[in-house]
């Protein structure tokens, strides 16, 4: 199969103005993800995963839902099966590849994120819901654990005691207890949630994105790193940072009193 992002049927992509958008489109099935999806998702992060030029990414879905998960009707009720092979060729492949992404990616969660569809969301750098969508870790409701690295993400989010609760019962979080509990960054009113997803995506474009994509990578880093070595890493970074033109450019205009014009480099 050959990549035509001419002919995307389960995802539109379009790129402007420096920022690309991904929005999951199924919403007759809430978006669930089906193997086309999976593989159009893919073919359009490696064309954002190798555009230098794209400075913020935005997820988001058509209709009511974000997500409702793996499209179960691809799945044969009342049977076994490897859903290791599953997970390693879609979501997997998927989520590493979101990972090597340079530009600060938004997820704009416009309506229910169950199952997979919550912990794609999570593994964005900034989640924003409407206040009507939900979060349901909907895994264990068909005998499955978390996955998307859900495992890994709600502990560190939200903390042990509600990871496992939720994740054991099910629980639909509203968009408010999210931010609450500290699950994802903001909840938004539905009627200016649109203005509002995309003055976020404009106003992050036009930051320093080198620093960004450092500030996102450290942070995941440092779950891994001794406080030593992360004081290393950190010096090491900014000694970057330093040798840019947007840490030229951000002191230059503090001093001027002007906005500075940064140029993602
Ligand atoms: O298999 C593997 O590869 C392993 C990986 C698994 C990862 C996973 O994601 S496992 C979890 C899978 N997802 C779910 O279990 C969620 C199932 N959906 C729901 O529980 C509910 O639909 C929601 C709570 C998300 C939303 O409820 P509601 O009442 O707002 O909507 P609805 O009426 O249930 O759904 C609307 C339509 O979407 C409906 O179709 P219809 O009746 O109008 O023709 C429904 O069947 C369809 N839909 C919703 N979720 C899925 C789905 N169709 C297929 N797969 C779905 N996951």
Not at 43 to 68: E, K, Q, Y
């Amino acid at each position: 199969m050959t990549s035509d992002l001419g002919n995307l049927t389960t995802i539109e992509f379009t790129k402007e103005n420096q920022v690309a958008t991904i929005v999951l489109n199924r919403p007759d099935k809430l978006n669930a993800f089906s193997a086309a999806m999976h593989q159009e998702l893919y073919w359009v992060l490696t064309n954002i995963a190798n555009d230098d030029s794209i400075r913020c990414v935005l997820l988001t879905g058509a209709g009511r839902g974000f997500c409702a998960g793996q499209d179960l009707d691809e799945r044969k009720g009342g049977e076994k099966m490897d859903l290791g092979e599953k997970l390693e060729n879609g979501y997997n492949k998927n989520l590493r590849l979101l990972k090597t992404i340079h530009a600060p990616i938004v997820c704009a969660v416009n309506g229910v994120a169950a199952g997979a569809g919550a912990n794609i969301a999570l593994n964005c750098d900034i989640v924003v819901a409407k206040k009507s969508a939900k979060f349901i870790q909907a895994f264990s409701s068909i005998g499955l654990i978390p996955d998307c690295n859900g495992t890994w993400l709600l502990p560190k989010l939200v903390g042990l005691a509600r990871a496992k609760a939720i994740a054991m019962l099910g629980t639909p979080i509203l968009a408010e207890q999210a931010v609450d509990w500290g699950m994802i960054y903001e909840a938004v009113d539905d009627e200016v949630f649109d203005t509002h997803v995309s003055d976020l995506v404009d106003t992050l474009a036009k930051r320093p994105t080198r620093a960004l994509t450092f500030i996102k990578n450290i942070f995941d880093e440092s779950y891994g790193n001794p406080y030593g070595a992360h004081l290393d890493r950190e010096r090491d970074v900014q000694r970057v940072c330093g040798l840019t033109h947007d840490f030229a450019e951000g002191v230059a205009a503090f001093k001027e009193k002007r906005k500075p014009e940064f140029k993602g480099h």
